[in-house]
């Protein structure tokens, strides 16, 4: 499955966005589907994951009041909705699926495909 994300720009503190991430290849439905994103000197880090089917999501403690991750598998595609921005939340952003995830949903090394990142700057 190839991924591309899209959506990020520069926004003040307190603003939203909405972060898309498109699919095409194989079966979307398929792929459990996860958001990270990197700040400069830092890890990877895990945001909100989505299951297959159930639509069972899951979030980092860091932003699980402010972020919403959707998924429409009709469309392949998915969804991070981003309220209340802070400073500390600019990074790239980078949508990710899996098809056997191995080390836990929110572990970065169970997702096989990548998308290729998208810039989200927030200013205060």
């Known amino acids: 499955v190839q991924l591309q994300a899209s959506g990020g720009g520069s926004v003040q503190a307190g603003e939203s966005l909405r972060l898309s991430c498109a699919a095409s290849?194989?079966?979307?439905?398929?792929?459990?589907m996860g958001w990270f994103r990197q700040a400069p000197g830092k890890e990877r880090e895990f945001l909100a994951a989505?299951?297959?089917?159930?639509?069972?999501?899951y979030y980092a403690d860091s932003v699980k009041d402010r972020f919403t991750i959707a998924r429409d598998n009709a469309k392949n595609a998915m969804y991070l909705q981003m309220n209340s921005l802070y400073p500390e939340d600019t990074a790239v952003y980078y949508c990710?699926?899996?098809?056997?995830?191995?080390?836990?949903?929110?572990?970065?090394?169970?997702?096989?495909?990548w998308g290729q990142g998208t810039q989200v700057t927030v200013s205060s």
């Open positions: 990710a699926a899996t098809n056997t995830i191995l080390s836990g949903i929110r572990d970065a090394r169970s997702y096989n495909y």
């Open positions: 290849g194989r079966a979307f439905g398929n792929y459990a």
């Open positions: 989505i299951r297959r089917t159930s639509g069972i999501a």
